[in-house]
C-alpha cells in the first residue's frame, strides 16, 4: 500500500475510534491534537501529531508547543518528546497515531513525574503591568470606541442590509415628496 492509503486507512481508523471523545481533535487530516488528562489536571497536557508525506514509513512531527501546555517546563516536554520517539521508533512503517495517543495516556504519570507546573503567563503579565502603567491609560483613550445601546445597534442594522452595507439609493431624495413641496411654489 501507498502511504496515502495507509494515512486514508488511519484517519478513518482515528475518526471511528475517536468519535465524541473531547480530548481528540483534528486540525487537517494529517494533523491532530490530544489532551491527555482532563480539563482541570494539573499534570494534563496536549500532544499535536502531524504526518508527513510519506508518514508511516518516516516518523511524524510530534509537537507540545500548544499555549494549553505553557505551564510545563521545557525539560518534562523534552523528555515526554523523547519517550514518544522511542515509541515512534518502535512502531515505523505501521499506523502509529492511535498508538502514541494511548501510550502517553496509559504513562501520563511517568511522563509527568518531574513536572512542577511554571507560572509563565503570570509573571510576564506581572511584568508587563508594571511597567508600562504611564502608557496604558492614553492608550485606552484613543482607542475607545462609541458605545451604542441596543436599540441604535438594531435601527443601524435595520438600516443596513445586515451586511454593514447600506442598500441601494439609502441617501436619494424622495421624489415626490420633493417634487411636492417645490412644484407647489412654483404653482404661486
Do not use: C
Amino acid at each position: 500500500m501507498s502511504a496515502n492509503e495507509d494515512q486514508e486507512m488511519e484517519l478513518e481508523a482515528l475518526r471511528s475510534i475517536y468519535e465524541g471523545d473531547e480530548s481528540f481533535r483534528e486540525l487537517s487530516p494529517v494533523s491532530f491534537q490530544y489532551r491527555i488528562g482532563e480539563n482541570g489536571d494539573p499534570k494534563a497536557f496536549l500532544i499535536e501529531i502531524s504526518w508527513t508525506e510519506t508518514y508511516p514509513q518516516t516518523p511524524p512531527i510530534i509537537s507540545m508547543n500548544a499555549f494549553f501546555n505553557n505551564t510545563i517546563s521545557s525539560a518534562v516536554k523534552q523528555s515526554i518528546l523523547a519517550k514518544l520517539q522511542e515509541a515512534v521508533e518502535v512502531s515505523l512503517g505501521t499506523a502509529m497515531t492511535y498508538t502514541l495517543f494511548e501510550y502517553a495516556k496509559d504513562s501520563k504519570e511517568q511522563l509527568m513525574e518531574n513536572h512542577h507546573p511554571v507560572h509563565s503567563a503570570a509573571s510576564i503579565s506581572n511584568i508587563v503591568s508594571v511597567e508600562t502603567p504611564n502608557t496604558a491609560p492614553s492608550s485606552k483613550k484613543k482607542d475607545k470606541k462609541e458605545q451604542l445601546s441596543k436599540a441604535q445597534k438594531r435601527k443601524l442594522a435595520d438600516k443596513t442590509d445586515h451586511k454593514g452595507e447600506l442598500p441601494r439609493g439609502w441617501n436619494w431624495v424622495d421624489v415626490v415628496k420633493h417634487l411636492s413641496k417645490t412644484g407647489s411654489k412654483d404653482d404661486e
